[in-house]
Protein backbone atom coordinates (compact mmCIF):
# COMPACT_ATOMS: atom_id res chain seq x y z
CA UNK A 1 0.00 0.00 0.00
CA UNK A 2 1.53 3.65 -0.92
CA UNK A 3 0.94 6.09 1.60
CA UNK A 4 1.69 10.10 2.33
CA UNK A 5 1.75 12.10 5.25
CA UNK A 6 0.93 15.33 4.81
CA UNK A 7 2.86 17.46 7.65
CA UNK A 8 2.47 20.85 9.37
CA UNK A 9 -0.77 21.89 7.24
CA UNK A 10 -3.38 24.67 8.26
CA UNK A 11 -5.84 22.03 7.79
CA UNK A 12 -9.18 23.67 6.22
CA UNK A 13 -12.33 21.82 7.33
CA UNK A 14 -15.37 23.11 6.02
CA UNK A 15 -17.42 20.10 7.27
CA UNK A 16 -16.73 20.91 10.80
CA UNK A 17 -16.37 24.95 10.41
CA UNK A 18 -12.40 24.76 11.73
CA UNK A 19 -9.10 25.78 10.65
CA UNK A 20 -6.45 24.05 12.61
CA UNK A 21 -2.84 22.63 12.68
CA UNK A 22 -1.88 19.47 12.17
CA UNK A 23 -1.09 16.47 9.27
CA UNK A 24 -3.07 14.09 7.20
CA UNK A 25 -2.23 10.68 6.15
CA UNK A 26 -3.66 9.36 3.05
CA UNK A 27 -2.89 5.69 2.12
CA UNK A 28 -4.42 4.68 -1.50
CA UNK A 29 -5.78 7.55 -2.48
CA UNK A 30 -8.34 7.86 0.38
CA UNK A 31 -7.34 10.29 3.31
CA UNK A 32 -7.28 7.85 6.47
CA UNK A 33 -6.49 9.50 9.34
CA UNK A 34 -6.32 13.61 10.60
CA UNK A 35 -4.06 14.39 12.96
CA UNK A 36 -4.31 17.22 15.15
CA UNK A 37 -0.10 17.25 15.60
CA UNK A 38 2.83 15.44 14.27
CA UNK A 39 3.38 12.08 16.06
CA UNK A 40 5.96 11.70 17.87
CA UNK A 41 6.90 8.37 15.25
CA UNK A 42 6.14 8.02 12.21
CA UNK A 43 6.64 3.95 11.69
CA UNK A 44 2.70 3.09 12.61
CA UNK A 45 2.35 5.30 9.15
CA UNK A 46 4.79 3.57 7.07
CA UNK A 47 4.49 6.68 4.53
CA UNK A 48 6.10 6.57 1.19
CA UNK A 49 6.29 10.39 1.44
CA UNK A 50 6.76 12.44 3.21
CA UNK A 51 5.14 16.46 2.53
CA UNK A 52 6.21 19.51 4.60
CA UNK A 53 3.51 22.05 3.89
CA UNK A 54 5.32 24.99 5.85
CA UNK A 55 1.99 26.39 7.42
CA UNK A 56 0.61 26.54 4.41
CA UNK A 57 -3.34 25.92 4.15
CA UNK A 58 -4.60 22.42 2.75
CA UNK A 59 -8.39 21.66 1.87
CA UNK A 60 -10.65 19.63 0.11
CA UNK A 61 -9.95 20.07 -4.01
CA UNK A 62 -12.80 22.55 -5.22
CA UNK A 63 -15.79 20.73 -7.15
CA UNK A 64 -16.83 23.26 -9.93
CA UNK A 65 -20.25 22.46 -10.91
CA UNK A 66 -20.72 23.91 -14.15
CA UNK A 67 -17.72 23.91 -16.55
CA UNK A 68 -18.37 24.44 -20.28
CA UNK A 69 -15.27 21.90 -22.22
CA UNK A 70 -15.99 22.41 -25.61
CA UNK A 71 -15.55 18.82 -26.96
CA UNK A 72 -17.39 17.87 -29.14
CA UNK A 73 -17.38 20.43 -31.73
CA UNK A 74 -15.11 23.46 -30.78
CA UNK A 75 -12.22 21.92 -29.70
CA UNK A 76 -10.15 24.66 -30.31
CA UNK A 77 -11.57 26.54 -27.99
CA UNK A 78 -11.08 24.46 -24.82
CA UNK A 79 -10.51 20.65 -24.91
CA UNK A 80 -10.62 17.55 -21.83
CA UNK A 81 -6.74 17.97 -21.31
CA UNK A 82 -6.28 21.78 -21.48
CA UNK A 83 -9.19 21.89 -19.20
CA UNK A 84 -8.25 19.23 -16.91
CA UNK A 85 -4.58 21.00 -16.88
CA UNK A 86 -6.27 24.31 -16.48
CA UNK A 87 -8.58 23.40 -13.21
CA UNK A 88 -5.29 21.36 -11.36
CA UNK A 89 -3.68 24.19 -11.56
CA UNK A 90 -6.64 26.00 -10.01
CA UNK A 91 -6.74 23.51 -7.11
CA UNK A 92 -10.31 22.06 -8.95
CA UNK A 93 -10.09 18.23 -8.65
CA UNK A 94 -13.25 17.88 -9.99
CA UNK A 95 -15.46 19.40 -13.27
CA UNK A 96 -19.20 18.89 -13.71
CA UNK A 97 -19.66 19.67 -17.39
CA UNK A 98 -22.20 21.05 -19.11
CA UNK A 99 -24.31 19.85 -21.78
CA UNK A 100 -23.96 23.52 -24.44
CA UNK A 101 -21.83 21.35 -27.01
CA UNK A 102 -22.01 21.33 -30.70
CA UNK A 103 -23.89 19.32 -30.90
CA UNK A 104 -25.21 19.16 -27.32
CA UNK A 105 -24.60 16.06 -25.02
CA UNK A 106 -28.40 15.13 -25.16
CA UNK A 107 -27.72 11.32 -26.03
CA UNK A 108 -26.07 8.32 -24.34
CA UNK A 109 -23.93 7.68 -27.35
CA UNK A 110 -22.72 11.34 -27.12
CA UNK A 111 -22.20 11.02 -23.38
CA UNK A 112 -20.08 7.96 -23.76
CA UNK A 113 -18.32 9.50 -26.52
CA UNK A 114 -17.35 12.36 -23.48
CA UNK A 115 -16.37 10.65 -20.48
CA UNK A 116 -14.26 8.10 -22.91
CA UNK A 117 -12.50 11.33 -24.02
CA UNK A 118 -12.55 12.96 -20.45
CA UNK A 119 -11.11 9.39 -18.78
CA UNK A 120 -7.89 9.60 -21.22
CA UNK A 121 -7.38 13.13 -21.47
CA UNK A 122 -8.20 14.76 -18.05
CA UNK A 123 -5.81 15.21 -15.04
CA UNK A 124 -8.92 15.61 -13.01
CA UNK A 125 -12.23 14.24 -11.98
CA UNK A 126 -14.85 14.98 -15.08
CA UNK A 127 -18.85 14.46 -14.23
CA UNK A 128 -20.50 15.02 -17.00
CA UNK A 129 -24.08 16.73 -17.17
CA UNK A 130 -26.77 15.98 -19.67
CA UNK A 131 -29.23 18.15 -21.53
CA UNK A 132 -32.74 18.32 -20.36
CA UNK A 133 -34.17 18.60 -23.39
CA UNK A 134 -33.45 17.37 -27.01
CA UNK A 135 -30.78 19.65 -28.86
CA UNK A 136 -31.47 22.07 -25.76
CA UNK A 137 -34.29 23.39 -27.60
CA UNK A 138 -37.23 23.18 -25.01
CA UNK A 139 -39.84 21.07 -27.28
CA UNK A 140 -39.14 16.98 -26.08
CA UNK A 141 -37.01 15.87 -23.60
CA UNK A 142 -34.01 13.73 -23.56
CA UNK A 143 -34.31 10.02 -22.63
CA UNK A 144 -33.50 10.86 -18.95
CA UNK A 145 -33.22 7.63 -17.86
CA UNK A 146 -30.84 6.43 -19.97
CA UNK A 147 -28.61 8.79 -19.82
CA UNK A 148 -28.21 8.33 -16.34
CA UNK A 149 -27.51 5.19 -16.72
CA UNK A 150 -24.89 6.29 -19.17
CA UNK A 151 -22.91 8.36 -16.26
CA UNK A 152 -25.07 12.22 -16.55
CA UNK A 153 -25.21 13.75 -12.67
CA UNK A 154 -27.65 16.37 -13.81
CA UNK A 155 -29.80 17.35 -16.13
CA UNK A 156 -29.55 20.95 -17.78
CA UNK A 157 -29.97 22.88 -20.93
CA UNK A 158 -27.69 25.74 -19.89
CA UNK A 159 -29.02 29.15 -19.99
CA UNK A 160 -31.64 27.74 -22.72
CA UNK A 161 -34.80 28.78 -20.74
CA UNK A 162 -37.32 26.40 -21.39
CA UNK A 163 -40.19 28.87 -22.31
CA UNK A 164 -42.71 25.87 -22.66
CA UNK A 165 -44.21 24.88 -19.17
CA UNK A 166 -45.89 22.22 -20.13
CA UNK A 167 -42.74 20.81 -21.15
CA UNK A 168 -40.82 21.37 -18.44
CA UNK A 169 -43.44 20.29 -16.21
CA UNK A 170 -43.38 16.69 -17.60
CA UNK A 171 -39.56 16.30 -18.14
CA UNK A 172 -39.08 17.92 -13.99
CA UNK A 173 -42.08 14.98 -12.83
CA UNK A 174 -39.75 12.36 -15.02
CA UNK A 175 -36.53 13.66 -13.47
CA UNK A 176 -38.33 13.13 -10.23
CA UNK A 177 -39.63 9.41 -11.05
CA UNK A 178 -35.63 8.90 -11.18
CA UNK A 179 -34.14 10.98 -8.02
CA UNK A 180 -32.40 13.21 -10.80
CA UNK A 181 -30.97 16.72 -9.99
CA UNK A 182 -32.18 19.11 -12.78
CA UNK A 183 -30.24 22.57 -12.81
CA UNK A 184 -31.87 25.51 -14.00
CA UNK A 185 -31.19 28.65 -15.66
CA UNK A 186 -33.87 31.45 -13.97
CA UNK A 187 -34.08 34.30 -16.00
CA UNK A 188 -37.43 34.89 -17.99
CA UNK A 189 -36.36 34.84 -21.58
CA UNK A 190 -38.64 37.58 -22.67
CA UNK A 191 -37.31 40.08 -20.97
CA UNK A 192 -34.14 39.07 -21.14
CA UNK A 193 -33.95 38.10 -24.57
CA UNK A 194 -31.42 40.25 -26.89
CA UNK A 195 -29.47 41.75 -23.37
CA UNK A 196 -26.20 41.81 -23.16
CA UNK A 197 -26.33 44.07 -19.45
CA UNK A 198 -28.08 44.94 -16.79
CA UNK A 199 -30.91 47.90 -16.77
CA UNK A 200 -30.12 50.76 -15.71
CA UNK A 201 -28.51 54.22 -16.03
CA UNK A 202 -25.00 52.91 -17.11
CA UNK A 203 -27.21 50.60 -19.78
CA UNK A 204 -28.81 53.43 -21.13
CA UNK A 205 -25.18 55.86 -20.67
CA UNK A 206 -23.58 52.93 -23.43
CA UNK A 207 -26.43 52.47 -25.38
CA UNK A 208 -26.47 48.95 -24.62
CA UNK A 209 -29.87 46.88 -24.52
CA UNK A 210 -30.40 45.53 -20.60
CA UNK A 211 -32.46 43.41 -18.72
CA UNK A 212 -34.44 44.42 -15.36
CA UNK A 213 -33.29 42.55 -12.64
CA UNK A 214 -36.75 41.30 -11.64
CA UNK A 215 -36.32 38.88 -14.81
CA UNK A 216 -34.18 36.80 -12.51
CA UNK A 217 -36.48 36.96 -10.04
CA UNK A 218 -39.27 35.80 -12.42
CA UNK A 219 -37.57 32.99 -13.55
CA UNK A 220 -37.60 31.58 -9.94
CA UNK A 221 -40.34 32.47 -8.89
CA UNK A 222 -41.83 30.25 -11.43
CA UNK A 223 -39.17 27.13 -11.06
CA UNK A 224 -40.35 27.38 -7.89
CA UNK A 225 -44.18 26.99 -8.34
CA UNK A 226 -42.82 23.79 -10.72
CA UNK A 227 -40.43 22.23 -7.92
CA UNK A 228 -43.80 22.93 -5.66
CA UNK A 229 -45.38 20.35 -8.06
CA UNK A 230 -42.99 18.01 -9.10
CA UNK A 231 -41.11 17.62 -5.87
CA UNK A 232 -38.08 17.76 -7.99
CA UNK A 233 -34.25 17.95 -7.08
CA UNK A 234 -33.43 21.33 -8.14
CA UNK A 235 -30.19 23.29 -8.71
CA UNK A 236 -30.52 27.23 -9.60
CA UNK A 237 -27.37 28.03 -11.62
CA UNK A 238 -26.80 31.16 -10.55
CA UNK A 239 -28.73 33.92 -8.72
CA UNK A 240 -27.40 37.58 -8.92
CA UNK A 241 -29.62 39.72 -7.82
CA UNK A 242 -30.96 41.02 -4.01
CA UNK A 243 -34.46 40.87 -5.96
CA UNK A 244 -34.20 36.78 -6.23
CA UNK A 245 -32.93 36.18 -2.72
CA UNK A 246 -36.71 35.99 -0.79
CA UNK A 247 -38.01 33.96 -2.86
CA UNK A 248 -34.76 31.79 -2.79
CA UNK A 249 -35.22 32.22 1.19
CA UNK A 250 -38.83 31.07 1.30
CA UNK A 251 -38.38 28.34 -0.83
CA UNK A 252 -35.78 26.39 1.49
CA UNK A 253 -37.93 27.70 4.62
CA UNK A 254 -40.98 25.65 2.67
CA UNK A 255 -39.19 22.41 2.82
CA UNK A 256 -38.63 22.89 -1.10
CA UNK A 257 -35.76 20.22 -1.74
CA UNK A 258 -33.51 23.26 -4.04
CA UNK A 259 -30.21 24.85 -3.67
CA UNK A 260 -28.44 27.75 -5.60
CA UNK A 261 -25.42 28.75 -6.84
CA UNK A 262 -23.37 31.74 -7.93
CA UNK A 263 -20.48 32.60 -10.40
CA UNK A 264 -17.04 34.03 -8.81
CA UNK A 265 -17.44 36.53 -11.30
CA UNK A 266 -20.65 38.00 -9.71
CA UNK A 267 -19.93 37.87 -6.45
CA UNK A 268 -16.18 40.09 -7.35
CA UNK A 269 -17.69 42.14 -10.17
CA UNK A 270 -20.21 44.83 -11.09
CA UNK A 271 -21.51 46.50 -13.97
CA UNK A 272 -18.52 49.03 -14.37
CA UNK A 273 -15.99 46.84 -14.73
CA UNK A 274 -17.66 46.81 -19.03
CA UNK A 275 -16.29 50.32 -18.63
CA UNK A 276 -15.87 50.91 -22.83
CA UNK A 277 -17.38 47.92 -23.68
CA UNK A 278 -15.05 45.32 -22.65
CA UNK A 279 -16.29 41.89 -23.90
CA UNK A 280 -14.21 40.10 -21.51
CA UNK A 281 -16.75 40.85 -19.32
CA UNK A 282 -19.54 40.26 -20.87
CA UNK A 283 -21.57 37.30 -19.00
CA UNK A 284 -24.88 35.44 -19.08
CA UNK A 285 -26.28 36.69 -16.87
CA UNK A 286 -25.13 39.86 -17.36
CA UNK A 287 -22.84 41.78 -14.29
CA UNK A 288 -25.05 43.24 -12.16
CA UNK A 289 -25.26 46.57 -9.75
CA UNK A 290 -22.91 46.78 -7.29
CA UNK A 291 -25.96 46.85 -4.61
CA UNK A 292 -26.62 43.09 -6.21
CA UNK A 293 -23.13 42.01 -5.89
CA UNK A 294 -23.33 42.70 -2.36
CA UNK A 295 -26.36 41.09 -1.31
CA UNK A 296 -25.24 37.70 -3.03
CA UNK A 297 -21.80 37.92 -1.15
CA UNK A 298 -23.90 38.56 1.94
CA UNK A 299 -26.53 35.24 0.69
CA UNK A 300 -22.97 32.94 0.35
CA UNK A 301 -21.26 34.51 3.87
CA UNK A 302 -24.90 33.45 5.55
CA UNK A 303 -25.52 30.13 3.41
CA UNK A 304 -28.77 30.68 1.75
CA UNK A 305 -26.76 30.42 -1.96
CA UNK A 306 -24.92 27.11 -1.51
CA UNK A 307 -22.27 26.67 -4.27
CA UNK A 308 -19.48 29.29 -5.82
CA UNK A 309 -18.10 28.13 -9.34
CA UNK A 310 -16.43 29.54 -12.26
CA UNK A 311 -19.00 28.60 -15.26
CA UNK A 312 -16.23 28.44 -16.93
CA UNK A 313 -16.85 29.33 -20.81
CA UNK A 314 -14.21 29.31 -23.13
CA UNK A 315 -14.31 31.59 -26.11
CA UNK A 316 -11.64 32.53 -28.72
CA UNK A 317 -10.28 35.46 -29.48
CA UNK A 318 -12.38 36.14 -32.83
CA UNK A 319 -15.36 35.40 -30.81
CA UNK A 320 -14.57 38.27 -28.02
CA UNK A 321 -12.64 41.02 -30.89
CA UNK A 322 -16.70 42.03 -31.70
CA UNK A 323 -18.37 45.20 -30.67
CA UNK A 324 -19.94 44.46 -27.26
CA UNK A 325 -23.62 43.30 -28.42
CA UNK A 326 -22.00 40.94 -31.00
CA UNK A 327 -19.54 39.26 -28.99
CA UNK A 328 -19.97 35.70 -27.81
CA UNK A 329 -20.86 35.96 -23.49
CA UNK A 330 -18.86 34.36 -21.04
CA UNK A 331 -15.28 34.07 -19.30
CA UNK A 332 -12.89 31.50 -18.41
CA UNK A 333 -12.68 31.10 -14.60
CA UNK A 334 -10.85 27.32 -13.67
CA UNK A 335 -7.91 28.74 -12.78
CA UNK A 336 -8.99 32.03 -11.13
CA UNK A 337 -11.94 30.43 -9.29
CA UNK A 338 -9.52 30.30 -6.39
CA UNK A 339 -7.75 33.64 -5.82
CA UNK A 340 -10.48 35.61 -6.65
CA UNK A 341 -13.03 33.72 -4.54
CA UNK A 342 -10.12 34.36 -1.58
CA UNK A 343 -10.66 38.32 -2.66
CA UNK A 344 -14.12 37.45 0.15
CA UNK A 345 -11.82 35.89 2.62
CA UNK A 346 -9.56 38.71 2.55
CA UNK A 347 -12.22 41.62 2.69
CA UNK A 348 -13.08 39.48 5.92
CA UNK A 349 -16.19 38.41 4.48
CA UNK A 350 -16.25 34.42 4.67
CA UNK A 351 -13.85 32.43 6.23
CA UNK A 352 -12.19 30.07 4.73
CA UNK A 353 -13.99 26.60 5.84
CA UNK A 354 -17.16 28.82 4.90
CA UNK A 355 -15.29 29.25 1.30
CA UNK A 356 -14.91 25.90 1.07
CA UNK A 357 -18.04 24.73 1.95
CA UNK A 358 -19.17 26.42 -1.07
CA UNK A 359 -16.57 25.57 -2.94
CA UNK A 360 -16.30 21.62 -2.19
CA UNK A 361 -18.43 20.56 0.39
CA UNK A 362 -21.99 21.73 -0.75
CA UNK A 363 -21.33 20.85 -4.25
CA UNK A 364 -20.15 17.31 -3.81
CA UNK A 365 -23.75 16.66 -1.19
CA UNK A 366 -25.71 18.00 -3.97
CA UNK A 367 -24.04 15.50 -6.30
CA UNK A 368 -24.10 12.63 -3.55
CA UNK A 369 -19.90 12.53 -3.80
CA UNK A 370 -17.96 11.83 -1.39
CA UNK A 371 -15.70 14.52 -1.71
CA UNK A 372 -15.27 18.17 -0.32
CA UNK A 373 -14.24 17.05 3.30
CA UNK A 374 -10.90 16.19 5.18
CA UNK A 375 -12.32 13.24 7.35
CA UNK A 376 -11.41 9.36 7.72
CA UNK A 377 -12.61 7.81 4.25
CA UNK A 378 -12.83 10.47 1.91
CA UNK A 379 -10.96 10.30 -1.45
CA UNK A 380 -7.30 12.28 -1.23
CA UNK A 381 -8.56 15.16 -3.62
CA UNK A 382 -6.49 18.13 -2.22
CA UNK A 383 -5.46 21.67 -2.44
CA UNK A 384 -2.67 23.34 -0.95
CA UNK A 385 -2.09 26.99 -1.00
CA UNK A 386 -1.22 30.01 0.02
CA UNK A 387 -3.99 32.04 0.76
CA UNK A 388 -1.45 35.31 1.01
CA UNK A 389 0.95 35.04 -1.78
CA UNK A 390 0.15 38.13 -4.15
CA UNK A 391 0.40 38.50 -7.64
CA UNK A 392 -0.48 39.82 -10.96
CA UNK A 393 -2.53 37.74 -13.01
CA UNK A 394 -0.88 37.89 -17.15
CA UNK A 395 -3.71 35.81 -19.28
CA UNK A 396 -1.10 34.51 -21.17
CA UNK A 397 0.23 32.19 -18.57
CA UNK A 398 -3.20 30.04 -18.25
CA UNK A 399 -3.45 26.48 -19.31
CA UNK A 400 -6.46 26.95 -20.59
CA UNK A 401 -6.98 27.00 -24.63
CA UNK A 402 -8.97 30.11 -24.43
CA UNK A 403 -7.76 32.93 -22.40
CA UNK A 404 -10.54 35.18 -22.41
CA UNK A 405 -10.43 36.32 -18.42
CA UNK A 406 -12.12 39.70 -16.62
CA UNK A 407 -8.87 39.08 -14.15
CA UNK A 408 -6.27 40.01 -16.91
CA UNK A 409 -3.74 42.62 -15.34
CA UNK A 410 -5.46 42.13 -12.50
CA UNK A 411 -4.14 42.21 -8.93
CA UNK A 412 -4.98 39.05 -6.99
CA UNK A 413 -3.73 37.07 -3.37
CA UNK A 414 -3.44 33.03 -3.20
CA UNK A 415 -1.39 30.44 -5.47
CA UNK A 416 -2.19 27.31 -5.42
CA UNK A 417 1.39 24.86 -4.76
CA UNK A 418 -0.13 21.93 -5.08
CA UNK A 419 -3.34 19.69 -6.50
CA UNK A 420 -3.76 16.10 -5.90
CA UNK A 421 -6.24 14.21 -7.25
CA UNK A 422 -6.96 10.50 -5.15
CA UNK A 423 -3.71 11.42 -3.45
CA UNK A 424 -2.02 11.40 -6.55
CA UNK A 425 0.29 14.93 -7.46
CA UNK A 426 -1.72 16.92 -10.55
CA UNK A 427 -0.02 19.99 -10.64
CA UNK A 428 2.73 22.05 -8.48
CA UNK A 429 5.95 20.49 -6.87
CA UNK A 430 4.13 18.78 -4.09
Known amino acids: ?25 VRDGVIVEVLSRVPESLERFAPDQRIDCGGLCLAPGIVDLGVKVSEPGERHKESFKSAGRAAAAGGVTTIVTRPDTNPAIDTPEILEFVARRAQVDSVVRVLPMAALTKGREGREMTEIGFLQDAGAVAFTDGDHVISNTRVLQRALTYARSLDALVIGHVQDPGLSQGAVTTAGKFASLRGLPGVHPMAERMGLDRDIALIEMTRVKYHADQITTARALPALERAKRNGHDITAGVSIHHLTLNEFDVADYRTFFKLTPPLRAEEDRAAVVEAVASGLIDVICSMHTPQDEESKRLPFEEAASGAVGLETLLPASLRLYHAGVVGLPQLFRALSLNPSRRLGL ?21 FVLDRSTLKSKSRNTPFDGARMQGRVRGTWVGGVLVSGEG
Do not use: H, K, Q, Y
Request: aromatic share 4%.
Open 370 to 390: ASGRLAANAPADLVLFDSDAP
Open 1 to 25: MSGTIFLNARLIDPEAGTVNEGCLI
